[in-house]
């Protein structure tokens, strides 16, 4: 069982950076593959970014690849999202989200195949 708390979303302009942070509990967590995904309103739930357990296999996006970074530390139990160059676009809830037995790539990208979530946090990009 994982609980996972996200914290750092926020209102910033075009341009500017935020990093996220999702503190899991659990004593598993380095094995679970972690990920963050994003819902705008009126829109469905879409994959940004995650990280394999080892953190030697990262996945993105292609409207984040280049602009945002995904990492872990698994000593804090702790998986993070840099985010530069924000659009507006980028606006919505994001989430965090956590699986112990992910295989695919394509089983990465996707939402249903994460069985923990976080509460989510806001990130509201301002043009």
């Known amino acids: 069982q994982v609980q996972l708390v996200e914290s750092g979303g926020g209102l910033v302009q075009a341009g500017g950076s935020l990093r996220l942070s999702c503190a899991a509990s659990?004593?598993?967590?380095?094995?679970?593959?972690m990920g963050w995904f994003r819902q705008a309103p009126g829109k469905e739930r879409e994959f940004v970014a995650a990280?394999?357990?080892?953190?030697?296999?990262?996945y993105y996006a292609d409207s984040v690849r280049g602009r945002f970074t995904i990492s872990r530390d698994n000593a804090k139990n702790t998986v993070y999202l840099q985010m530069n160059s924000l659009k507006p676009e980028d606006t919505a809830v994001y989430y965090c989200?956590?699986?112990?037995?992910?295989?695919?790539?394509?089983?990465?990208?996707?939402?249903?195949?994460?069985?923990?979530w976080g509460q989510g946090t806001q990130v509201t990009v301002s043009s």
């Open positions: 990280i394999r357990w080892s953190g030697g296999s990262t």
């Open positions: 989200a956590a699986d112990p037995a992910i295989g695919t790539r394509s089983m990465v990208l996707s939402a249903a195949k994460y069985d923990y």
């Open positions: 659990g004593r598993t967590f380095s094995v679970y593959t």
